[in-house]
């Protein structure tokens, strides 16, 4: 007896200790490793800078001038409930979110009437069903029926939710690519955070557009562990999108403002400049930071933000996208027979890497290549994808094709070449009937007996 | 207490056959609001269902009576002590034989049902004649591969054929036949509507047939743990008139094939933007 009722008790305290875990977890951003490489005191600027531009995860913060679709939904208070006071909420009855996304908590609220005009405080809860918001009192803000507001990143949020469903646990929290089920992968989830993207429309030295990635997430990737999301709605995925670039943007603009710092104040380098050939004390070295933080950080966050943001409206822009200007040369076997000529030649060089027989196994892939970041050689044989992960030439009989299997996605492969990976681009070099040629002759490998 | 006890053993049978009788109104019961089966064969499964739960009902409800009275009649008679029995020959026969003979005669009401559905020589011809596609099961989605308008499909690959991913569409009134395959582990091709079930094993291609009876948009889940995303392994497939399918493969061919301008060429350019076209 006593063994059963002791045990039992354990047993029904399991479930008991486990519900706290049920909470969602408030998670943060993470820094890049580069970031987190320079000295504290540099570090903390960018940190602090990222915060303020985009929050986190569970508090987003809209930032102007980015190409995202924050979503901002304007409010106007109904009534105040009648609060004790030792509470430290308020809550107020509110209309005008009737027909947008149910969860509002932790988004900024910014008050656009009224007493607290111009001020922001945070959604502590919301309640959808009986539209109530409440948020923290403060002296400033009595909120009054008829103050009107904006509740702002909505439709950010409403990607976050569904990324973080769908996406998170391969991609992570911060699109940074190590979610919990990365490990799993061959090849791992991509780090959104150099804004790279390899399968796109766009010209050469352009980035994705929002159509390429929707494409990708409903498409799915073959050959890889990307699914296919063809059941979201159009909207859910172009939400997802729009939070993916977001989280891009956020990448980027850390990478630009540590790039800016790291040359001069790593934590490698502090050691370097103090030691007794550098010849510097750790004073001089901070103050000269201290210099650089007032005089020319603000500007090196405006150039950061405003470049990438730039970057990626250019990409949307219609002339951004490969568009060949004859239509494809007939599959004869005159043209894949120019093709496979092509695919030899010295001037493509395909066959360097993809091999001659188009198998991947070209000679490039027994050589030492030097990383094009550091300028070092890497360790190990074979080619390298600007993430830093092995990456063999695609092996052209398999048939699966993982930016799509049309001729124009072959196409634009030629014409812009793979961005972030050693596939160059031929857009430039090659006439178009040259490119259809070998299209042609690449598309018509899988089929070819064992040539 | 004994009465108690009575009434203990009969509340559990009373609550499983009430419980029983309202699933179909309170959505415990079929998939879809308990809709009927979207396939002819399907419906004949379902009938295999209903009689089965016919027959174990009468039974349970039968012995659990039977159980019910014998606790209470004692309850009632305390005088009466219980008796041992040292085998009963008649009894023996008699309950070895009336179950035999239910089993046997369900094993062999079915046998058309599962032939029609799993053995191969039974298949609708047409069906077999010319499949519709071939499904290949991944980590964690459904991909099809249709054989070009007006082609077979064939075993290997074809430089014509057409993909698609997460979405099968179907053609109504029609028996079709798919290939199964996967590419990884065993999955399981799921079709709750139809109420088909086949599983998916690495290195084997299973013919599966089915017939959907009317039109609409059906779930494809895969039935066997895979991994990690299982639950996330779920397509459509779309079951519409023969025409709206035609159309689809249509659409389908010409996305296939663009080539940024809105030209469709191939091998030879005349018969494929014909059949493009059509």
Redesign the interface.
Known sequence: MRFGLSRLILLLLVPLISLPGCEQPQVEFVFSKKTNELMPQAAKPVKEALLNHFGNPFALTQFEGLPTDFGDIQGTVKSVEPSEKDQPLIRFHVTGLENTYHKLQGLPLKWTSGKGQGQVLRIKSYKYETSTVAVEKSAEITPQAGDTFLVECVRLQQGRDLYNR?CM?CHGMSGEGTGP?SR?LNPPPRDFRLGIYKYTSTKPTKKAQNADLARTVK??I?GT?M??F??LTDDEVSAIVNYVVWLSIRGETEKKMVDELFQEYSKEELAERTSEEGGETKEEVLEELKDFMEEDFPDTVEFATSSVADAWEEANLEDSV???RE??????PESRERGRKLYLSERTKCATCHGPQGRGNGTATQDFWTNPVTNQKYPDRGLHDIWGNQLSPRDLHR?IYRGG????DS??RLFSGIKGTPMPAFGGSLSDQEL?DLVNYV??L??DGNR | MGKGWCLFFLFWPVAAVASCAMAPFVNWSFPYDNAQAASNLGIRIDGLFYLILVITAIVFIGTQAVLVYALWRSVNNREKRAMHIHGNHKLELIWSIIPGVILLFLSIYQMNIWADFRIKKYFPEAAVKAPLAEVTARQFEWRFRYPAIGKKLQQKPQSDDLYSVNELHVPFGKPVLIQLRSDDVQHSFFLPALRVKQDALPGLQIPVWFEANKPGIYDLVCAELCGWGHYKMKAHVIVESDGEYQKYLKNLTQKQFYDGLGKIASKDSSRESEAAEK
């Open positions: 769908h646990h089920t799993y498409e799915g073959a562990y699914p296919s063809k059941l490969v568009v060949p239509p494809r040369v007939a599959d004869t048939g299997r049309r001729p124009i196409y634009r259809w598309m018509s899988p089929y």
